[in-house]
């Protein structure tokens, strides 16, 4: 009997086909989604009996989904973050999950770093101005020499931090430990307000757990600089979107680049998507063909790794493989 393989990214070998040649080689049975959208925990259930693993991107992959799988050995997430993925229930059923680690961390960084410099210079703004007819000149700032606070100094935010030094900005960094590979390159640990109050940008490169939701509030924006800009290539829920937009209409900060929300894609009525403050992108910071390939290959690796009895290398629950728990 074929293995199946459930694949609910709406991505994973759309554009870059090596990793779905790749489980097809081995004689899997692909089913796709056929929504068009990320599935949520209830579409999902319905769809996993029978299924040897899941290949997932933002679908909510929680207690509904683990209570009807009965033949699920993995689900392998096609990304970084995992907060759309009970990791609880899945150990406690046995089931492997897996991420993509750096992966797309190159990506992530260059987007990030191409939104700094698009909103100093308000250049989608400009481009507006001059498609609509008119020739309206943009005063915006200077990202030479400024000041750089990096919020989460991982993989993507030192990545972050290397661009920074080519433009000979100062760096701040806050994180729950220090990063000696971010030291080397000049950057300096400090506490959250004083990032907040120093820096002209402040780039956010958290996970979305319990302690991150809302990380960014009324509270933490207030200590931002009325000239500063925040960019947001993390995860949506980190910020409160209500308090920002306040800060945004009442130019209380400069302005915003967004890549996440909390609810994708935000509703058409989203209040922040009507400021010209703002610039806005759908959640496209790992869209590289290079990065789409790492992970998709990261992703079907694992579901081989998986379905053939072997421990996969990029595990999140390393204690499904503890007879004792």
Partial sequence: ???????????????????????????????????????????????????????????????????????????????????????????????????????????????????????????????????????????GYSVWGKTLGIVGMGNIGLAVAKRARGFNMEVLYTDIRENPEAEKIGARKVELDFLLKNSDFVSLHLPLTSKTRNFIGEKELSSMKPTSFLINTARGGIVDEKALYRYLKEKKIAGAALDTYSEEPPPRNCPILSLDNVITTPHIGAYTYEALYNMGMMAAESVVEAIEGRRPKYIINPEVYDSSF
């Fill in 1 to 139: 009997m074929s293995v199946k393989v459930l694949i609910t990214s709406l991505s994973f070998g759309k554009v870059v086909k090596e990793p779905v040649r790749f489980l097809e080689a081995k004689g899997y049975k692909l089913l796709w989604n056929e929504v068009g959208r990320p599935l949520t925990d209830a579409e999902l259930s319905e769809r996993v009996r029978g299924v040897d693993a899941l290949i997932v991107g933002s679908d909510k992959v929680g207690e509904k989904t683990f209570s009807f799988a009965d033949k699920l050995k993995i689900v392998a997430r096609y990304g970084v973050g995992i907060d759309n993925v009970d990791v609880k229930k899945a150990t406690q059923k046995k089931i492997i999950v897996t991420n993509t680690p750096a992966a797309n961390f190159d990506a992530v960084a260059d987007l990030t770093f191409g939104l700094i410099l698009a909103s100093a210079r308000f250049i989608p703004q400009a481009d507006r101005e001059v498609k609509e007819g008119g020739w309206r000149r943009f005063y």
